[in-house]
């Protein structure tokens, strides 16, 4: 397999890279269940283990793990090429699966996340180093219209199962059933990597000598570090000072002091090009992920609808990013690129604050439906095209630390979206009368939602 299409290949399901996007998409679609049909179980879960309070912090730990996997992932690439991280991260993310289904305390349950997070993070950088060094840039537009498609069947599918599965049986079988399908994946990855040329993906020339690699791991270990303090300082926040309060604050400093390391210069300024491509991201992932993680407790724990409803609103979403992952993979049918990221910002915002408006003003729970479709519709434009974006600005020695800043920004602005919102809901919490709280929640989401647009001006070079 070589970087060089043929004249007769023009997409990813062409034969010189066939094998390499079916490996890929299974992997998406793997994750792409484990991570709907888990934000369906939850609320279950948070009943059970007697967690509700500390509802985001499953989320939020998963996260912070994976935040020290993308940037170990992106060392790693760049070292010894994509495919030893890929074996490693399923590993993970089959044993982090299998302890959070044997859990019997919330702790246990949060080591099985960390697990998981971490094994995500190298699979998620590893899956663009291989788009960066195998597809020539005509392809990848397709290929991630592909990749995003492979969320929607499991994001379809797997809200629904996953409330059925919680109701009928119980929440863990929703993690243990992600178990086996990792580990047939990884056969399937292994075997396609046998029949295919590999020089592409064996480790690149790359722009970072071995001090800054160091360098760069323990940056991710520092930012993986202080995002832990942050997330468990505000899991069960309360409006007075105190250690886990003083713990907090000293996380969300370690975060903003270490970060800027990891990521292209100019970032938090929306500096011109590459580096506005990664704040759009991480604002659009700060206000969709936090939203989407208290939209099922909104629905269920407030409005007292069915799991089975939570998840058909989740699945609504995802239609809604296939239809806009489909639209930015045409380039005769779309705007400018640098437009597409404006859109999606106006779009998530104007989604997140109808759902601000369904929780002020007492509006019927399935309205939260259209809010969903929007968001979901924000993401598949205004995502996908950051990946299209930062891989053609960057040059191809330079994808794998271009990759992980991309999934760095992702986690990051997960990590902070629903740790804000999380902070939020343990200090004002009040069972049964939460449409004001979750309202001033939504709220924030859009405000976040709305800085992209500015920024999506910036990109333009």
């Not at 005509?138 to 199962?161: D, M």
Request: net charge positive; hydrophobic share 55%.
């Amino acid at each position: 397999m070589r970087q060089e299409a043929t004249p007769a290949a023009t997409g990813p399901l062409d034969r010189p890279y066939l094998e390499v996007t079916l490996a890929a998409l299974a992997l998406v679609t793997i994750v792409a269940f484990e991570s709907m049909a888990v934000s369906t179980a939850m609320p279950d879960v948070a009943r059970e283990l007697d967690a509700v309070r500390s509802y985001g912090f499953a989320f939020s730990v998963m996260l912070t793990a994976q935040l020290l996997g993308i940037v170990v992932a992106g060392v790693w690439s760049d070292r010894s090429g994509p495919l030893p991280g890929a074996f490693v991260g399923q590993l993970l993310l089959g044993a982090g699966s299998l302890t959070c289904g044997l859990a019997g305390r919330l702790d246990v349950f949060l080591v099985g996340r960390a697990l998981t997070g971490l094994g995500g993070g190298l699979l998620v950088v590893m899956l663009y180093v291989i788009a960066g060094r195998v597809y020539p840039e005509t392809i990848r537009p397709r290929l991630f219209t592909y990749v995003s498609a492979a969320w929607v069947l499991p994001a379809l599918a797997g809200p629904p199962i996953s409330a059925w599965v919680t109701e009928t049986l119980s929440w863990r079988w929703v993690f243990l059933g992600v178990v086996v399908p990792v580990l047939v994946t990884m056969v399937g990855l292994w075997h396609a990597q046998k029949r295919v040329d590999t020089s592409g993906l064996r480790a690149a020339v790359s722009s970072r000598d071995h001090r800054t690699h160091v360098r760069t791991a323990w940056a991710g270990l520092g930012v993986a570090v202080a995002a832990g303090a942050l997330q468990y300082g505000t899991h069960e926040l309360e409006l007075q000072w105190s250690a886990k309060t003083l713990l907090a604050v000293l996380g969300l400093v370690g975060v903003a002091a270490v970060v800027p390391v990891l990521l292209p210069r100019a970032t938090w300024v929306m500096g011109r090009g590459l580096p506005s491509v990664v704040l759009a991201r991480a604002l659009l992932c700060a206000a969709f992920y936090a939203g989407i993680t208290y939209v099922p407790l909104f629905l269920v724990g407030q409005r007292g609808a069915s799991l089975r409803t939570a998840g058909l609103a989740l699945a609504v979403g995802s239609v809604g990013w296939a239809v806009g992952a489909w639209y930015q993979g045409h380039d005769a049918l779309h705007l400018p690129r640098h437009r597409l990221v404006e859109v999606g910002g106006a779009l998530l915002a104007l989604g997140m604050g109808w759902l601000a408006l369904v929780a002020w003003a007492n509006l019927p729970a399935w309205l939260s439906v259209l809010a969903l479709l929007l968001a979901g519709l924000a993401m598949g434009t205004g995502v996908t095209t950051t990946t299209v974006l930062a891989l053609e600005l960057a040059p191809v020695h330079d994808h794998g630390e271009t990759s992980s800043a991309l999934q760095l920004s992702d986690v990051l602005g997960s990590v902070l979206g629903i740790a804000g919102a999380t902070a939020a809901f343990a200090a004002a919490h009040h069972p049964g009368r939460d449409n004001p709280l979750f309202g001033a929640i939504f709220l924030g989401l859009a405000v976040t939602a709305a800085v992209v647009v500015p920024a999506g001006q910036r990109i333009r070079t």
